[in-house]
């Protein structure tokens, strides 16, 4: 079974928010919160971490380095998920920390909150 029930209806809502703790993302996860609220959706906080080759120029990742990065996007995803918490008491808020994900690889409709 997939997420649509009945009628096209969605049987699990969920609000993913792009959050690196920028005033932007802040605005972004306000926004989320929101939809959220008015769909009864869970939200997804993710933070994605990445190497740019342009910073960093090399052919491999050190070892360890998609770990440490991976640990460090999820805390980052932490700090969102807890202020969205604390905006919307009662909203399911679930914290994800990825290594080398990009917003053009969604299956799912994209909204952008401008500066």
Known sequence: MNEYG????????TVVVGYDHTPSSELALIEAGREAMWRGAV????????????????TATPPGFKTIAEDTAAKIAALGAGALRERYPGLTV???????????????PVVVVPR
Request: with cysteine.
């Open 6 to 13: 009945g009628a096209g209806r969605v049987v699990n809502p």
């Open 43 to 58: 939200v997804k906080v993710v933070h994605a971490a990445h190497i740019s080759a342009v910073l960093i120029p090399m």
């Open 94 to 108: 679930e914290p994800v920390g990825v290594f080398g994900a990009l917003v053009h690889h969604a299956y799912c």
